[in-house]
Each structure stands twice: as structure tokens, then as C-alpha cells.
């Protein structure tokens, strides 16, 4: 059995399990009195490389097999037809019956990973097909897979690890892609975050901070201006951990871990998530200031905390847990500005203070540089 195959049934035997075990448990408990149940697909948002109209085609082939692959079976009972056109009897079919009961037994939700975008072409004698680095090329098309341009401008800055480029604008675009192909559904980001590039200090991890707030603010965005009903919102990772293929070489957490001693210590950008937590709270706890210099020199806040080795404070886990359940209060507090701009550009978000620092989302055909050129430096609470 080819590896095209063999993906494909196994996909296919999730599916339906999926769909039967929706079914059982709505027998035994009904349907929602607060219990939702989705699937998390993890993906990139895909752009096409050219302006033509070969890798407009790719592009698409390319985000419905990512996405329409786990979630058009369960929504609209089959998978989408340009992956039955290319790959034929590799893609089992359902029956009548099977297919009736994946449109019945359905999602409440659509659980969405975002890391980052790429480029997609359409193969030619100069852009080779990516073939198995992709996973299922017959599923996928005949396509190059990549992160720049023909001149080699990057589709963003480039993270802690190989694959990983910032891109926010793609999160704001892949939110309004789903919800055109998938309306009436709410959409959970389930994973969103990024690798350091360098930890010569992991624990002052202003690249992550810039990371998290322009994907915010690219959601909330799409809230705001694109009537998305994202109603969750995780960030990746609580805790540095062993990440798949790059073992633990590469850091998502908020929360740096001493593998040897086992030490957990809050990185800048577990302070920065818990205070844009705490602020949409309602409590009466001052927000720091932020400085959007870089300053060479730490603050007292920041010394004292990053140096010890105290267990991390219960609250910090708390307001850290809480996120997507205060964050859900942000988003629908958040108020537009009264006019959309009719440029290119991305419309801007009144935001709070601690988001209000413009993101560079130039529009996804140009390179789009991370704002971590600017540092935000804590100030001491009195």
C-alpha cells in the first residue's frame, strides 16, 4: 500500500470514528448544556507564490487539502472534490449512510493551529515539486512549497526553528478562509506561538512577546472587522517541552524549564500574556508601564523574579489557565475605529494599551518583518 493510501484510510477510519463517537455521546448526555465538541487541525495559511492563475489553483488545492481534508467529511459529509480529482481510488469513498452520519454527528466548534504561512507554486521547470516533504504530494498536487519569494524575501521573520516564520496577516486571513468555507461555525485557536530565535536570554524572550500581541491583534482584528466568531484563544506553550521532530532544542513556553534541575521560571512573556489577562479582568492591579525602547539595563520586577527559584506563584498559574475564558471578555470589549481604510493595509483595532503597539502586517505578497526591532522593558509597581 502506497503512502498516499495508507494515509488516507487512516484518515478515513478517524473520521468515521469520530462521527460515531460524536453520535454515542450525545445519546448518553444530549446536545450542549455547555458541552462542545470539535477537532484541532493544525495548517499554515498558503498564498500563492505568483500572480497567476496556476498558483492561485495550487494555493487553494493546497489550503483544502490541509483543512477540507478533516473538516469537510464531518460538516459536509465528503471530502472536498479537488482531492477526489487527484487522487482518485486513493481516497476511500462513504457510503450513503456513513456520510449522512458525519453530517449529523458533526463539530461545534473548529479547532484551529497557527504558526505561520507559505508560499505555494505551481511546479514548472523552475519551481521543482516538493514531493514527500509534504506528506500526501498526490493529495496536495504537483506544487512548490516555500517560505520566500523567486527573490528570496522571506514571507516573514524567521523563528527559533526551521519551519517557523511570522506571520500574522496569515492568522487574520486563515480565520476569514474557514469562515467563508465553514460558516456558522465558532472557531477555537487551540496552538498559537513561536520559538525564540536565539537564548543567549530565554528568559527576556521579547521576540515571543512581539509574536503573541500581533497575533492578537491580527485576531481580534478579524473579530472586530471580519465579524469572525473566534470565541477561544491558547497560547503554545505553557511550558518549554519536547516539541516533535526538534526534541528539546527549541522553547515554545512562557515558562522556561531547567531540564536538569527541573526549575520553572516565568519568562517576560509569561508577565506580558498575564497582565493582558489581568487588565480585561476588572481588578484593581496596576499594569506596568512599557517602555518600547530597548533598554539595556533590567527592572527591578523583572530581576526579582527571573532570578529566583522559587516555585512560580499559584496566581500566575491561575491567570495563565483562565486565558482563553478572559480573553473571550477582551475581544468583545474591544471597540473599532469608525471607518475601515480602503489601502491595503490592514485596518487598525483600538486596542488596550498593552496591544496597542502597531503590528507590521504588510499584505502577504511582501516581506513582513517582525516588530521585535522594538523591546519592551517592565517597569517597577510601586
Known amino acids: 500500500m502506497s503512502k498516499v493510501c495508507f494515509s488516507t484510510y487512516i484518515t478515513n477510519f478517524f473520521t468515521q470514528a469520530h462521527g460515531a463517537a460524536v453520535s454515542r455521546f450525545r445519546a448518553m448526555f444530549g446536545q450542549g448544556n455547555g458541552m462542545e465538541i470539535g477537532i484541532t487541525n493544525c495548517g499554515w495559511k498558503i498564498y500563492p507564490l505568483r500572480p497567476t492563475e496556476e498558483d492561485d489553483v495550487a494555493a487553494e488545492q493546497f489550503m483544502e487539502t ?86 528570496g524575501q522571506l514571507i516573514g521573520a524567521p523563528a527559533g ?33 513561536c520559538a ?42 505553557l511550558f518549554d517541552n519536547y516539541e516533535w521532530a526538534d526534541g528539546y532544542r527549541t522553547r515554545f513556553g512562557i515558562i522556561y524549564v531547567d531540564y536538569t534541575t527541573q526549575v520553572r521560571t516565568p519568562k517576560l512573556s509569561a508577565l506580558w500574556y498575564s497582565d493582558l489577562i489581568r487588565s480585561q479582568k476588572g481588578q484593581d492591579a496596576q499594569l506596568p508601564s512599557i517602555n518600547h525602547h530597548h533598554s539595556p539595563s533590567t527592572s527591578t520586577r523583572q530581576s526579582s523574579i527571573f532570578d529566583s527559584t522559587s516555585s512560580l506563584p499559584s496566581i500566575l498559574f491561575l491567570a495563565i489557565l ?43 505578497r511582501h516581506t513582513i518583518t517582525s516588530s521585535s526591532a522594538s523591546r519592551y522593558q517592565y517597569q517597577p509597581i510601586d
Request: hydrophobic share 35%; no cysteine; aromatic share 12%.
Open 66 to 151: 490541509t483543512w477540507g481534508w478533516f473538516f469537510d467529511p464531518v460538516i459536509f459529509g465528503d471530502y472536498p472534490s479537488s482531492m477526489r480529482e487527484r487522487a482518485g481510488d486513493d481516497l476511500p469513498k462513504f457510503s450513503a449512510d456513513e456520510s449522512k452520519m458525519l453530517r449529523e454527528n458533526g463539530l461545534d466548534f473548529l479547532g484551529v493551529n497557527y504558526y505561520t504561512s507559505m508560499y505555494v507554486a505551481a511546479s514548472d521547470a523552475a519551481h521543482k515539486a516538493s514531493g514527500t516533504d509534504t506528506g500526501v504530494p498526490a493529495l496536495h498536487g504537483k506544487f512548490t512549497l516555500t517560505p520566500a519569494t523567486d527573490g
Open 161 to 193: 526553528t526551521s519551519w517557523l516564520f511570522v506571520v500574522p496577516q496569515g492568522l487574520r486571513d486563515l480565520l476569514n478562509w474557514l469562515d467563508t468555507r465553514y460558516p456558522n461555525h465558532a472557531i477555537r485557536i487551540t496552538e498559537n506561538g
Open 196 to 237: 525564540q530565535p536565539t537564548y543567549l536570554n530565554p528568559i527576556n524572550d521579547t521576540f515571543r512577546v512581539d509574536y503573541y500581541r500581533s497575533h492578537i491583534q491580527a485576531m481580534t482584528e478579524a473579530i472586530v472587522y471580519d465579524q469572525i466568531n473566534v470565541v477561544g484563544y491558547y497560547a503554545w506553550s
Open 322 to 364: 483562565a486565558s482563553v475564558l478572559i480573553l473571550g471578555t477582551l475581544l468583545r470589549r474591544v471597540t473599532s475605529s469608525s471607518s475601515i481604510h480602503s489601502n491595503n493595509q490592514s485596518p487598525r483595532v483600538e486596542l488596550p494599551s498593552i496591544l496597542a503597539t502597531p503590528r507590521l502586517g504588510a499584505t502577504p
